[in-house]
């Protein structure tokens, strides 16, 4: 069967997938209703919004590995992260296993023979977000450039069901499960250079490469945060109430930031800013309409505070607000391209940006 054939397909399936789900989907994590027949339903459209979400993501990745397969070695590889942070019988059989993780893997199909590869490792964003062929901008250049790329998709992630959509530790383990993609791409390919490092992100992706730069400063040459979530405390006040019945679900933190305030302050990059080894560099714009600059400006302010080395830039309303650098205007491109140059002067790839 061709690609084509698959692609076509498993895009009937979840446009059916969708018409069921209907366009005001429940939040997986709704409480249990009193009423049998409501609950039903509700289960019955949790169960659907999954499979929405596993198809999906299937169908995202023939065209992610289509668009790319001239460039790059394609692979999705797994690997364990830590166990679980809540663990709900700890007695149960197999309770506190280590947690089995996907990653993408990037491999660059033209390296010279007998060279050393610099790695980069992408690291998505959104709360229960994905790598997906958005990325694919981003993707191409940093192969061309010669850099192989993880993308873990850490725990919490969509598209791989309920039981690892409930494994989020935003700003927690997720962070250790980053890490060890990048421990496992070492140690699986010998052509990677495991002193030419680097790791990047926007959004919650940025937040997670703060993270792993103040947990493991000499691990990584370089890092670039985009755009990223740096104060959860300021967050949680601005995004209002159904954001913080997110995250203080029984399956994610249990408590609010009023309720527990130090455990928000804890996965916060900009309240852990004095850790900071790495050379680092920081965008973003005004005009975000995600993560609010004020977030970002707390980050530069603490570390500047703290007596840190480090380039940051603030756009002024740049087209695009949260995405402004990742989509594909002339501005975009040549911000990239900045941080492209910021990666190659730690990193040395075979093919630097100009």
């Keep these: 069967?061709?690609?084509?054939?698959?692609?076509?397909?498993?895009?009937?399936?979840?446009?059916?997938?969708?018409?069921?789900?209907?366009?005001?989907?429940?939040?997986?994590?709704?409480?249990?209703?009193?009423?049998?027949?409501?609950?039903?339903?509700?289960?019955?459209?949790?169960?659907?919004?999954?499979?929405?979400?596993g198809l999906s993501r299937k169908v995202d990745d023939q065209m992610l590995f289509h668009r790319l397969?001239?460039?790059?070695?394609?692979?999705?590889?797994?690997?364990t992260g830590p166990p679980p942070h809540i663990i709900k019988n700890p007695t149960a059989q197999g309770a506190g296993n280590a947690v089995i993780l996907t990653a993408y893997t990037f491999l660059p199909r033209k390296r010279a023979e007998g060279a050393k590869l610099p790695l980069v490792v992408l690291v998505h964003g959104g709360v229960h977000g994905n790598l997906d062929s958005s990325y694919v901008n981003v993707?191409?250049?940093?192969?061309?450039q010669g850099y192989a790329v993880l993308a873990p998709e850490y725990r919490g992630s969509s598209g791989y069901g309920k039981?690892?959509?409930?494994?989020?530790?935003?700003?927690?383990?997720?962070v250790e499960d980053v890490y060890a993609g990048r421990r496992w791409m070492l140690e699986n390919y010998d052509f990677l250079d495991p002193q030419r490092v680097g790791i990047m992100g926007w959004s919650h992706g940025g937040l997670i490469t703060l993270m792993n730069l103040f947990a493991h400063p000499k691990d990584y040459q370089v890092g670039y945060?985009?755009?990223p979530v740096c104060d959860l405390v300021a967050r949680m006040a601005y995004k209002g109430p159904r954001y913080q019945a997110l995250f203080s679900g029984p399956y994610h933190l249990g408590k609010t930031a009023e309720q527990n305030v130090n455990e928000y302050r804890r996965r916060s990059p900009a309240w852990n800013a004095d850790k900071l080894r790495t050379p680092l560099l920081i965008h973003t714009t005004t005009n975000d309409e995600d993560v609010n600059v004020l977030e970002v400006e707390h980050l530069i302010k603490s570390l500047k505070a703290a007596g840190k080395k480090f380039e940051y830039k603030v756009y002024k309303d740049a087209p695009g607000g949260h995405l402004f650098n990742r989509i594909d205007t002339k501005l975009a491109r040549e911000s990239r391209a900045e941080v492209y140059r910021f990666l190659a002067k730690h990193l040395n790839p075979p093919n630097p940006v100009k």
């Design 163 to 174: 039981a690892f959509w409930q494994l989020i530790d935003y700003g927690g383990l997720e």
């Design 69 to 79: 397969e001239y460039l790059a070695e394609v692979d999705k590889v797994r690997y």
């Design 1 to 53: 069967m061709s690609r084509q054939t698959v692609v076509t397909i498993c895009v009937g399936i979840v446009c059916v997938g969708l018409v069921a789900v209907t366009a005001a989907r429940p939040e997986p994590r709704a409480e249990a209703s009193t009423d049998p027949m409501k609950q039903r339903q509700r289960d019955l459209e949790e169960a659907l919004q999954f499979a929405e979400e």
């Design 139 to 144: 993707l191409r250049e940093l192969l061309k």
């Design 225 to 227: 945060a985009g755009v």
